[in-house]
């Protein structure tokens, strides 16, 4: 499915997500992240060995809502699956492209410390393929007055 440029323009312009992964089947999990995409895959980058990496093992379906960073009223709902899991080098690599983009730096180091330096743990980014988008414009409401 293709990525609306606005929905891309928003990634690009420091959109946060909320992702909701199943725990078991009463329960979900949701966290807020960074977010990026390529071609028309959604990815997403996380730590290994998090609940949410065994969640998503589990049960490859997951709903993204990414918000517009500056229009609260504007967001787009994704439901797809993790059709891929990446755990190399290219991983670590994202998430400091992705840090640099949020944060202006590497991801939790100054740029003059290496990854095996700070010793963080290893990353791996899902590509989700998308198989609905949802798009919610919508328009503030007045405050009521009092009676």
């Known amino acids: 499915m293709q990525l609306p440029n606005e929905l891309k323009q928003t990634i690009d312009n420091n959109a946060f997500c909320a992702i909701a992964t199943k725990v078991n089947e009463k329960e979900l999990q949701n966290h807020l992240m960074w977010i990026d995409y390529a071609d028309n895959k959604i990815l997403i980058n996380t730590e290994q060995g998090r609940k949410k990496t065994e969640n998503i093992r589990l049960d490859p379906y997951l709903t993204v809502v990414i918000f517009h960073p500056s229009e609260m009223y504007q967001s ?70 009092s009676e």
């Open 76 to 145: 787009w709902e994704i439901r797809g699956t993790v059709e891929n899991i990446i755990q190399d080098q290219s991983a670590n690599d994202h998430i400091d492209f992705l840090s640099n983009r949020y944060l202006g730096k590497p991801y939790k180091r100054p740029k003059e410390v290496s990854w095996e330096q700070a010793n963080i743990k290893s990353r791996e980014i899902w590509e989700v393929t998308v198989d609905k988008i949802i798009s919610m414009v919508s328009r503030p409401q007045e405050k009521s007055t």
